[in-house]
């Protein structure tokens, strides 16, 4: 059985840090990329940054580019994203997904993910 676990959300002052870790079983994780995603009420899941399954190149939203870094390691399974200067507009739930390498599409769209966690709130106070 296949099983994402995010933990490390919480609530932070704007400018302060988190660092959220994807903990992954069920699957060798260095055969998946594996994508951060996060969801507001009012808006659709939106791609935050992502690391791909060959040599774990690394990808980023304009919005969090700089300020957030995702790293991967296989050997534990673990795909963490420390985020800094954190924004009020960060404010979200974060998932992480795991999608199967060299399979088609894009590693930005929510839609070609197979596998989700549960989500992590992050919630920045002004």
């Known amino acids: 059985q296949v099983q994402l676990v995010e933990s490390g959300g919480g609530l932070v002052q704007a400018g302060g840090s988190l660092r959220l870790s994807c903990s992954v079983s069920?699957?060798?994780?260095?055969?998946?990329?594996i994508g951060w995603f996060r969801q507001t009420p009012e808006k659709e899941r939106e791609f935050v940054a992502s690391?791909?399954?060959?040599?774990?190149?690394?990808d980023y939203a304009d919005s969090v580019k700089g300020r957030f870094t995702i790293s991967r390691d296989n050997a534990k399974s673990t795909v963490d994203l420390q985020m800094n200067n954190l924004l009020p507009q960060d404010t979200a739930v974060y998932y992480c997904?795991?999608?199967?390498?060299?399979?088609?599409?894009?590693?930005?769209?929510?839609?070609?993910?197979?596998?989700w966690g549960q989500g992590s709130q992050v919630t920045v106070s002004s």
């Open positions: 997904g795991a999608k199967r390498g060299f399979t088609p599409g894009s590693i930005r769209s929510p839609g070609h993910y197979r596998f």
């Open positions: 069920g699957l060798t994780i260095s055969n998946y990329d």
């Open positions: 690391t791909r399954w060959n040599g774990g190149a690394t």
